[in-house]
């Protein structure tokens, strides 16, 4: 496997593709550096070129063409959604088009008596979730950043509602997709379930645009429930919380949210949002349901938090006031970072089955004590999944390898723990070698002889979850 | 595309092939006529030549050398669990040797805390139930038949609490599984979500034993609820109990299980099981949660049901009382086959946006009353999925025509209803003209070419799902 920051030898764009894109395009075609030099960059830490031109479709027609174009010339096509990507996915490592399909951003659909939506690609998740408040609908995938859902779908993504309502796998109902021909295929429909054939539409969700791009997708929405309350407890230990958290969920108590935040976390969003938060490990919970179900579920919490040394709880009821901490919580990471002005962040996402989780976690701050970066964490504790980000200064490159080692070790930790090293970013350019840790040989050779069969040329993101 | 009924040509198995198999496997490997034709025939209408042999498995490394010598021999492989498919998934059409994988049957890991369970693929569900009462868990899936966890996964099968705990597609972590080159893959793992590659899980779940062999199961497995209520309520209608379904599911009510049988369903239950229901549409329904919250749960019912034309529910609180009810429905098959002696079934399976179901059941009713046929419905409702089952004498020939195209207008019905052909049966032999219906011929061609990719011998399981 090479090593995703080899040289990579990109070729000049050939000119009768420019030609023709901008033919078709006019100025939605653009060779513009600073334009370029936007869609080659993502929250990720990696720095390569950036992509040859940048192509701004607004419709499935132009998705279609620009790909058979980028097929007829053997050229990269790199989708391009909100850019939050945290894994280098919009990165041109071997040159290419960047395809930004952020203006298709229509809700096409809204099936309030089915609770499915079918929206375009660039539609982003608080747009969808203004759109459907008026409906008495919520769609409850929030990874933090205001994602775009054809990139989350890409990336298989979740965040803070997975506990209750299932990841970016469970809520995609059908796509429609461009192919590496440039063929456009419809997988699934609005039926909540099927046995027609293989699974296209879970084979698509998290193939972070290496065997198509996405054009459209119904996703599953639910109603706003009656009652939502929120909560925030302290806890002596991350251990004392993690149990808390394990024991809430073997319980059954359909918890919606479930997330952890260490102190680190909370004196950076103390500092940011003058929370006035203790500072300790700390669980933000979120129920939903009957104004009796809900508070039946509390109870039940309360009393499990007490038994693991949990204060007193704190809480939200109304609609400003939960805002204030899930706002708190969306800009933990952005907050985390301005503790250390300047700085860089790595961030993990092992998941590992939660009765492992306070396991990682220790062993993980021991030895980012030890190696003395700074570092804060969150983490999405009721499926098992946390986030450390380590914070580094770019002009100290040793802390950059030392973050790379320290997150290698928890990598290794997590699988040891029958846990996978990505819960929810995706592989991209830097876990290729993980994934091969993680799954074996034989399941990623057959990845590639699926890749393979659906992109023979090699055109579609290369170089993204595994070389070519 | 070959009919599915073209007669195949199959060569006799090499009598090398057969002596490697004898001398590994000894009397378990069967060519006796018996046992090939138990192994030949499942629960539907086809009738093709048994298997040539039959192979007895009873660990991985069995599975991996009988595939690979059938694929050095280039000879058919058909896995084999509890014999339990409806749609044609164990005949021989090419012939080949039967997989019988009944006796890999261990219950390898109960763990209660990450509430995942580890299975070999011959593990039924009652048998995992029963294992998992003893530690206040249990797996949801019910598809009626006591059938194995490896063809529930092979068929994405599901049942009576998909609409609360979803299918095979939501409830299986990780797999292990034999590939078409007698290697062994594993795939996903016990983190409870992964953005980690392609998903391999959900390519294997709903591929028919076409694309694999499952060696080993990890699933979700659910905490026993602190209180269970079942209710059944008669309606005016199929219209009134599929609206008060619809409107349930819509106010965000979490039920269990939300089952729809028709008049004529209800006549073969009586008549079976002296039940002594009210001989019209009825829901029955089960309730899953803390005492107070399956209360409440069931007042909201009762008023949805109540607006509805419903009469006063009947409940069954106490085990007996619902394993009376639940019996009644899983015996509705075998009830209405009864009701006319020496008949065989032809059951449908489509499935439907909720709010477009009533519209293809009555017109699917109009239909058959047209044609004069026997039938009864079951319906799981709260998911859009129903079976209509046709009751064909197999003595007049004419009613096999009659009820396959009342059954090919119900699937185009489907389809425009935005539904599909397989709610959760598969498409087997007799609906693979269904699905290029279905998905088109774009989504087909990357199915092919994934089996293709995947199977280059076209050894696992040929025929199904498509033609080779």
Redesign the interface.
């Given at each position: 496997m090479n090593a995703p920051h080899a040289p990579f030898a990109t070729p000049p764009l050939p000119v009768a593709l420019l030609d023709a894109l901008r033919a078709d395009f006019a100025d939605r075609c653009s060779t513009a550096l600073a334009v370029r030099e936007q869609h080659g960059r993502d929250e990720s830490v990696f720095d390569v070129p950036p992509p040859q031109a940048v192509v701004f479709a607004t419709c499935e027609a132009d998705v279609a063409r620009v790909v058979a174009l980028c097929a007829q010339h053997r050229v990269p096509v790199i989708p391009y959604g909100a850019g939050s990507s945290l894994e280098g996915h919009l990165l041109a490592v071997q040159g290419g088009i960047s395809l930004d399909v952020s203006r298709m951003n229509a809700i096409l659909r809204i099936?309030?008596?089915?609770?499915?939506v079918t929206v375009q690609p660039g539609v982003t998740r608080r747009q969808l979730n203004e759109a459907l408040r008026h409906e008495g609908l919520f769609f409850p995938i929030d990874p933090g950043a205001d994602a775009s859902l054809g990139g989350m779908a890409a990336?298989?993504?979740?965040g803070t509602n997975?506990v209750r309502y299932?990841?970016m796998?469970?809520n995609v109902l059908a796509l429609r997709f461009v192919?590496a021909n440039g063929?456009?295929?419809?997988?699934g429909?609005?039926?909540?379930?099927?046995?027609?054939?293989?699974?296209?539409t879970?084979?698509l969700?998290?193939?972070e645009g290496t065997?198509g791009v996405i054009t459209e997708l119904t996703v599953k929405v639910?109603?706003l429930?009656?009652a939502v309350s929120a909560a925030v407890c302290s806890f002596p230990s991350i251990d004392a919380a993690v149990q808390t958290a394990?024991q809430v969920?073997?319980?059954?108590v359909?918890i919606a949210r479930c997330e952890l935040l260490d102190a680190n976390a909370i004196k950076a969003v103390n500092a940011h949002d003058r929370l006035g938060l203790k500072e300790a490990p700390m669980l933000l919970m979120e129920f939903h349901g009957?104004e009796?179900?809900v508070a039946?579920q509390a109870a039940v919490v309360q009393d499990v938090a007490a038994d693991h040394g949990g204060e007193a709880f704190e809480w939200a009821t109304t609609p400003e006031a939960r805002t204030r901490l899930w706002t708190a919580r969306h800009h933990a990471y952005f907050s985390g970072l301005q503790m250390r002005p300047g700085c860089r962040a790595v961030t993990t996402?092992t998941?590992?089955?939660?009765?492992r989780l306070a396991e990682i976690i220790n062993a993980s701050i021991a030895d980012v004590e030890a190696a003395g970066l700074p570092y804060f964490i969150v983490g999405h504790v009721g499926?098992?999944?946390f986030h450390m980000a380590y914070l580094l200064d770019p002009a100290l490159p040793g802390e950059l390898a030392t973050a790379e080692q320290l997150s290698a070790q928890m990598v290794a930790r997590?699988i040891a723990l029958?846990?996978?090293?990505?819960?929810?970013?995706?592989?991209g350019l830097h876990?290729q070698r993980?994934?091969v840790d993680?799954?074996?040989e034989?399941?990623?050779a057959?990845?590639r002889?699926?890749?393979?069969?659906?992109d023979p040329l090699g055109i579609m993101n290369p170089g993204k979850?595994?070389s070519a």
């Open positions: 099936d309030a008596e089915d609770l499915t990336t298989r993504a979740s997975a299932g990841t796998r469970e192919n063929d456009i295929v419809r997988s429909s609005r039926a909540r379930k099927s046995s027609a054939g293989y699974d296209l879970r084979l969700v998290g193939s065997l639910h109603p429930p009656e394990m969920i073997q319980l059954g359909p009957s009796a179900g039946e996402d998941c590992v089955p939660i009765s499926d098992g999944n997590a029958e846990g996978t090293c990505t819960g929810e970013h995706g592989i876990k993980f994934l993680e799954t074996g034989q399941a990623v057959m990845m002889a699926v890749k393979a069969a659906m979850i595994f």
